[in-house]
């Protein structure tokens, strides 16, 4: 009585867990279907799930059937087994019995037991192709890419849409045929075991039948496996290039053809021997396919490639390289890049300077990591508030161009102390962050520290751009769900002392709580009871989840891949917008060399826009000549805009996307070689540069500017980066995109003459600390209880020629708030550190040139008498003329800090006389 308690005890529990495990499932996805469809997506979540679901059934389906069919054909088999009388002697008399299977083991127990295994048995595949539904739709939708490979001259359509399809059902027929044969094969096993004895099994005709049957299908699937290898030697990676090379064509494609015919020729002698039932037939057959595939797949290619190749590889490879060059240049959008020459050596003049304003006075001083820390220290007000990324973008202030550097407050409720991270608090009150803080690029106080555009919190903006809803409830670090337009206000910004302002979400993208019905499924949902039981929810309030934006444009777009860095934007008319570049890749692009995770074909098609405040996410197309794009838009029709359809006040924020731009500059510093016989030496390689930041060398990031490309009338925002040779250190030529209309997408990459010496990025550095005024300074820093922290070195080409700039922070031990004190700035022969770009290069080209945005800043008097005395004499000249200048602008505070700093200096000078 016990034990029969125990096991229903046992039965109630597993059906009780079953059943929550269904409900949370079926909260999930009724969660998921409010969601699209809050978004205007719900077209994205229908596809999906039809697909995955009809994909999971039809192959579950079929699996179950193939399964289930074979297995029946081994019934008559086993009955016959099990109905057989067993016996044994014992003192000369026979006695018979009857097995324990033999009683209990009945015609309908057993297809019952075939229906079971088979059911699991689909049940298992068809999981394993979850996420397949992809494959799938681009193979019913592929968009034609216009162009042929060089070998089997199909559209490039047929490997990136159609071939992923057929290599998708090769392997399921491979596992049904597999899995059917061990089930099979387990049955005859169990049955001849019993009634044969170990000796005799398989020897029954109706087991070798059925394998042979099942044989016949393995060797025809596997014809089409080797029919489908042909073309997979499009992706091959073991020649001088990736692609097919000289063996793989005249070798291992000749060795697929005749295994081919071969695995037919198997199959075929398969079936006769049905008939025939001469079975060593078949062994022998299999054998010479096996022997076969060994000498054609190994030994021939072998020989192939040390006899014929090897002794005259650049002959031989040479179409194949070709190949090589050009696809992997159309599949990285490398054809696209214009080369122009750009003169090495010429110097500038102070007018070239003048005439460049625009370019100087974008000249980006900030690095982002010590900026990062200074922004924490003075803009995150809150121990709760966070500046996580610093984003670098231009916006047009006073009608001047410019670039600045931003960062959204956003709101970080780990950060809340512990007795205030109460469920009210988490999920009702502290909801949102707040506004963004701004500065220029190239602009600092006294002090050393950002001069701000916009700052504080409400938002304080000292230019002609205003926040008017700071409110961010979506962004980097909303990684919980709020429930807003509830009883509880919710926490805007903090007042001053104990009072605090508070707001209502005006938006409508999330999703109504409802009633108690609805409560409860969002509470199964999220597993938090407390929706449920909260009084200060209404039926009007509305649950904001997957709020972190790096989950939600994934869960709503999975089938693209995403830039590393989504960049906050402010509109006209105040509102904050997430801008994020997505990308549409393929691993199946013939002959071009894949590069890291990203596949071998990659387009910035997609620009998404992510309102910060209601979470609306709308995707635009960038790219419509892409065929991949064009695919997802047959998909999922509705879901991407044009490009035009974007506001003017965004579309002004569109900027080339860093990833792409590493990526390209990457294969470019190969895949610039277009001649055979020197891509094949790797005379011309180029490698991406290295520079010094915080004393460690690294690799040199791309970074955005503002400056007249050469031959262009007006600045524009453009995306740098430079290439050294290999294996050396000066510079051979910069890569430039474009990033504004109506050029935006150009890439051009301006080479100097190989015969002349330009400097680059680590020979400045070297030459920076070998400079002996430079590197006494930077050592004396060092020892006061401060850390010198080297920042970007920007090449900036002005006109015909190039301008290096490095900023330098201090940073007291005890402080994390690095200031900017000195700027470095080389040109030609000449490198100066100065307080301030101004001065640096007035030091160079000799002339007074102001950079009127430029606040003037200089060092604290405590490292002043290390000057020499002719550097504070035109230190104080500069002072005195800057003051002049505020003087007759009626800048009275700038004029009495710079008469102030002209005091410290003129002190300093008389310290050093006495000295």
């Known amino acids: 009585m016990q034990k029969g308690m125990k096991w229903l005890t046992i039965v109630i529990i597993s059906v009780l867990v079953i059943f929550l495990l269904m409900a949370r499932w079926f909260a999930n996805l009724y969660l998921d279907w409010l969601w699209f469809g809050s978004l205007g997506y719900a077209i994205i979540f229908k596809t999906i799930l039809l697909s995955e679901i009809g994909l999971r059934v039809l192959v579950g389906l079929s699996a179950f059937l193939f399964i289930f069919i074979n297995l029946l054909f081994t019934k008559k088999y086993v009955l016959q087994a099990i109905s057989s009388r067993q016996y044994f002697e014992s003192e000369d008399v026979i006695n018979l019995y009857q097995t324990p299977v033999n009683k209990y083991l009945t015609p309908r127990l057993l297809t019952v037991t075939y229906l079971v295994v088979s059911a699991v048995l689909g049940l298992f595949i068809s999981t394993a192709v979850t996420g397949e539904w992809v494959i799938i739709q681009k193979f019913i939708n592929g968009t034609p890419f216009g162009l042929n490979d060089p070998i089997f001259n199909k559209d490039i359509s047929e490997y990136v849409f159609k071939l992923p399809f057929y290599q998708f059902i090769y392997r399921l027929i491979t596992w049904f045929i597999v899995l059917a044969a061990l089930c099979i094969g387990l049955v005859y096993f169990i049955s001849e075991t019993g009634r044969n004895g170990l000796s005799k099994l398989f020897n029954s005709i109706g087991a070798r039948v059925h394998f042979s049957f099942l044989a016949v299908l393995f060797f025809l699937a596997r014809a089409w496996g080797f029919r489908l290898e042909q073309y997979m030697l499009l992706y091959s990676n073991t020649g001088v290039v990736f692609g097919p090379g000289y063996t793989d064509i005249h070798a291992r494609l000749v060795a697929y053809k005749v295994l081919f015919f071969i695995a037919i020729a198997v199959a075929i002698i398969i079936l006769i021997n049905l008939f025939m039932r001469k079975f060593k037939l078949v062994i022998y057959s299999i054998g010479v396919l096996f022997l ?111 670039q600045v550097m931003l960062a959204a407050r956003e709101l970080d409720q780990k950060q809340l102390s512990e007795q205030t991270q109460t469920w009210i608090n988490m999920r009702l009150k502290y909801t949102h962050g707040y506004g963004i803080a701004m500065n220029p690029v190239n602009e600092m106080t006294s002090e050393g520290l950002p001069n701000f555009f916009i700052k504080n919190i409400p938002p304080a903006s000292s230019i002609n751009q205003k926040v008017d ?13 709020v429930i807003v337009n509830t009883k509880t206000k919710e926490f805007d910004y903090p007042v001053g002392g104990n009072e605090n302002a508070y707001s209502m979400y005006q938006g409508n993208y999330g999703v109504e709580t409802g009633g108690l019905l609805r409560r409860a499924i969002f509470a199964l949902a999220f597993a938090d009871y407390k929706i449920l039981l909260a009084s200060d929810l209404q039926n009007s309030s509305q649950i904001l989840f997957n709020r972190n934006i790096k989950e939600r444009v994934p869960k709503l777009a999975p089938f693209l ?24 890749t393929s691993d199946m692009f013939p002959y071009s060399e894949p590069f890291s995770n990203r596949g071998n074909y990659i387009r910035n098609s997609v620009k998404i826009i992510i309102n910060a405040y209601t979470g609306q996410v709308d995707f635009y197309i960038s790219d419509e000549t892409d065929p991949v794009i064009k695919t997802y838009e047959k998909i999922f029709p509705g879901v991407f805009k044009p490009i035009e359809q974007m506001p003017d006040d965004l579309k002004k924020h569109i900027r080339y996307p860093v990833d792409l731009f590493n990526i390209q500059a990457t294969k470019y510093a190969v895949y610039h070689m277009t001649d055979t016989e020197m891509f094949y030496n790797q005379e011309d390689k180029w490698n991406l540069p290295t520079e010094k930041v915080i004393d460690q060398e690294e690799s040199m990031e791309p970074y955005y500017t503002i400056t007249r490309l050469p031959d262009d009338t007006k600045p524009e925002y453009v995306l740098i980066l430079p290439f050294t040779p290999k294996n050396k250190t000066n510079m051979i030529a910069w890569m430039a995109a474009r990033s504004d209309a109506p050029n935006y997408g150009d890439v051009l990459v301006y080479e100097f003459p190989k015969q002349q010496l330009v400097y680059g990025p680590m020979q400045i550095e070297a030459r920076i600390d070998q400079d002996t005024t430079i590197s006494q300074q930077l050592t004396l820093w060092n020892q006061r209880g401060s850390s010198v922290i080297r920042g970007n070195l920007l090449v900036i080409p002005i006109k015909d020629s190039l301008l290096y700039v490095e ?41 007074a040139i102001k950079t009127e945005q430029e606040p003037i800043a200089t060092e604290p008097n405590t490292d002043n008498q290390t000057n020499t005395i002719q550097e504070l004499i035109s230190q104080a000249n500069d002072l005195y003329n800057h003051a002049q200048d505020r003087l007759k602008n009626g800048d009275w505070a700038g004029y009495g800090e710079a008469i102030s700093k002209l005091k410290e200096t003129l002190g300093a000078m008389s310290e050093s006389v006495k000295q």
Do not use: C
Not at 811 to 840: C, F, N, W, Y
């Open 807 to 847: 900023p330098l922070y201090l940073q007291a031990e005890q402080s994390k708030m690095p200031e900017l004190r000195r700027v470095i700035v080389a040109h030609g022969d000449k490198i100066v550190m100065e307080p301030t770009l101004d001065l640096a290069l007035n030091r160079i080209f000799g002339t």
């Open 469 to 481: 809803r700071p409110e961010i409830y979506f962004g980097e670090l909303t990684d919980n769900y």
């Open 561 to 584: 891949s995403f830039d590393s860095d989504p960049y906050i934007v402010l509109d006209d008319a105040g509102n904050l917008h997430w801008m994020w570049d997505a990308y549409t």
């Open 292 to 402: 076969v595939s060994i000498i054609l797949g190994g030994v021939y290619p072998a020989l192939i490639q040390n006899l014929l190749v090897k002794p005259n590889e650049l002959n031989r490879e040479s179409p194949y390289i070709a190949n090589a060059i050009k696809y992997t240049r159309l599949a990285y959008g490398l054809d696209r890049v214009t080369t122009k020459p750009f003169p090495a050596g010429n110097v500038l003049s102070s007018q070239d300077i003048e005439n460049n304003q625009e370019s100087i006075n974008n000249i980006r001083l900030w690095d982002w990591r010590p900026l990062s820390q200074t922004y924490g220290q003075l803009q995150e007000m809150r121990t709760y508030y966070a500046l996580k990324n610093i984003d670098i973008d231009r916006y047009t202030i006073d009608n001047q161009y410019r």
